[in-house]
């Protein structure tokens, strides 16, 4: 399978595509009936807590190949993407707030915070998100707007390396402190939470559950095939030429603000939809998703699973969530050093990550 | 009896002469102030005041101490420890009769009696309690009092005190029934740079229903002439004030941002620990405090002096051996640095939390930073932000002369500008780099420091600060000191003017986004390296 295979083949071979359906297998068969129709206390039994980590953690692994495309696969790296993140759960908050309907404690049409906030109406930019297809429109378009406006300034000014990072950062840093403010109108400090149903569904029950799990598995595995069918194309090969040499690149005549652009701006929206999934599964979005922290963190599971690899990123992405659910609960005042010991050791002694040790046992770093 | 029982007796009976001589005030008043109706009562302490006896004092500070009795709605007496003596005679009562009731100050006749006692003091020969007693008298004096300002006035030298006097008398003459009176009053009024004055003009202008406060409405034009002086003189203040904290803010930026543009400006190394480094110079601080408290009590108002070179120390150490440990691995390769670096503060912070919990601590000012310098009425200027200015200042000279006029800091520039050449030359370029990062580091201990003077010391200290440092050194330019100098107080003095006009969030927001649209059209920051550096 050379680099120009086409069709089916060129996103994976024979034991790729084998090992995908497997996990597929696992994940839309096993999974529900573990949860929905084996007897609770049986060993088969899987909870509704691990189908819910797991779901975030897929919300998670989502993340994480979108933070591939644009950082090991383009050599940008974003502080943004928690924002991207939070921005399309907000979006879906929103949608999920309207449907609460009187159920509140105020048993008012508006959501508590408003009536706290004594408000009579709906801000403007809330209206028509009580339908759910405009919602949907929202959490792609907002985390893509936002993302192409700020990308197109910045990629044209040739604003590039440590000098990016450090201004999405800043970007994020602002953002989160507008949504802290009550006068925002997306809830403040506490943001949006206590959900009641989703598309006339209850949202806490097995079943909605269940199909939000599979539902944010399909995406992550459509996700997985679309990264995997760019980074396979000719867009791909000139991404990871700007990585390598961009000055070479647009010496041979391509405009690289072009591929950034692009490529900025469909991560983000791939965080958006991961935001959107995620929020129906935890039941809560608040401002401190968008902490600066969170998103240096989304760096760390792609470097640690192994950058300029996708299945590298979900890996990374699925070991350090669950070290973190296991170790926050068994040692809270370890965690810190644990995920800190992450970063620095990664960074040293991995250069490829998880990957690249199954992969390139005893190959010299590059 | 002996002569040994017979002279304190003889003595007493002197004492009561000498002060029924001295102290005799007029019954009918000192009855009313204590047993009469609230009117009657105010204009009773008026009076009092008034005659300028200095029993009257005494007898003030016995209704405020709730030691004044009445005996039967005529004899006031003041009764201490079951001693009673006639308050009007001061002749001693004993036994004391029977059917006392305790005389009722309510607040109105306690705020009138408190006025009038500072009133008492503007007599005093001291030039504090004078200058005490008509700041007093400046958040309220009747016109009962108006008789015994003037007598103060005309005997007073100082020109302040003389000055906020007239003030005092020009507030009270407002209220009189004389438009006269009331016409020089407010165009004495013109010259007072006190808030309460514009409360006072305010007063007059104001409208009841259809008629004003004020009749005549040639006073009233002239009110409105002596408010606009007024306000125009405190705005002055207003401004200044904002200035200051301007000022205050863009020195602490720059002592956040000073020992970045060392590590990141000249060295390159983008330190996402920079803000754990500078809290670890406030914790220094703060155990530096302790230990002087524990063991030398006596000389704690100077453990400054010892904590400012240990938060350095601190600070450094913990960055050089940052550096040798971690950072110089990955120099040439600044985003695994970033990443690097934001493990090791997270470690940082941990540690914080764990040695000395994630509550923060107090960390006290000593007493000579405790207080303020009065520039104006409404402007007071804290002492510890100008001490942390002064910091700021002699911090950055300090940093100047480091680099600029010594050996380590010609070798840093040599190394920063030519690594190889200076490698060739002998420059021992490893070691410079881990003095070099340590010195930066160096100054985020003393930025912790001076923060710990000023606001909280927790874990997350340094939190708040890295986005704050790196904007400033983005702005101001890569390896230029310059550059963070005008960066840091401008961003400080545009966070204040913003905050008082749009709230503290908005002002912080706008910052950002003026930094993100300004490094569109300047990449390289205000102060732009030229020639071939700036390609690299």
Redesign the interface.
Known sequence: MGPFATGITRLYGRKGWIALAVCAAILFVLFPLANLVAPKGSPLYISDYTVALIGKIMCYAIVAVAMDLIWGYTGI?SLGHGLFFALGGYMMGMHLMRMIGRQGQYQSDLPDFMVFLNWKAYPWYWSFTEHFWYSALLVVLVPGALAFV?GF??F????K???F???T???T??FM??F??NDTGFGGNNGFTDFKRILGYPIATSETRMALFTLTAAMLIVTLLFARYIVTSKLGRVLTAIRDAESRVMFSGYNPVHYKLFIWTVSAVICGIAGALYVPQVGIINPSEMS?ANS?EI??WV?LGGRGSLVGAIIGAGLVNGAKSVLTVAFP??W??F??????L???FL?RGVIGLLKFPRRRRA | MSPKTIAPVLALALLLLWARLACALPAELVLAVAAGQSDEQVAAVGKLVASGDAGVEVFFQALLDGNVQVAGGKRVLVVKDEQGVDAATNEKVAPLPDGLEDAVVNNRLRGALEAAMGALKLTSPDRAARLAAVKALEDGAGEEMLPLIGKALAAEADPQIKRLLSLVQAGVQLKSADPAVRMAAVKALASSDNSNTKTLLLGVLEKKGDSFAEPDAAIRAEAQDSLKAVQSRLSVGERISQVFTGISLGSILMLAALGLAITYGLMGVINMAHGELIMVGAYSAYVVQNLFRARLPGLFDWYLAAAVPTAFFASALVGMALERSVIRFLYGRPLETLLATWGISLILMQSVRSIFGAQNVQVENPVWMSGGVEVLTNVVLPWNRLIIVGFALAVLLLMWFLLARTRLGLFVRAVTQNRGMASCVGVPTARVDTLAFGLGSGIAGLAGCALSQIGNVGPDLGQTYIVDSFMVVVLGGVGQLAGTVYAALGLGMANKFLEAWSGAVLAKIAILAFIIIFIQKRPQGMFAVKGRMADS
């Open positions: 790296l700020f300034f910045a044209r000014s040739r604003i390396g440590v000098y990072s450090i201004i950062q800043a970007l840093f602002a402190l507008l802290f403010r600066p240096i760096a760390i470097a005042e370890y810190l050093f995920l800190g010991l992450i970063f620095i990664v960074t040293l250069p």
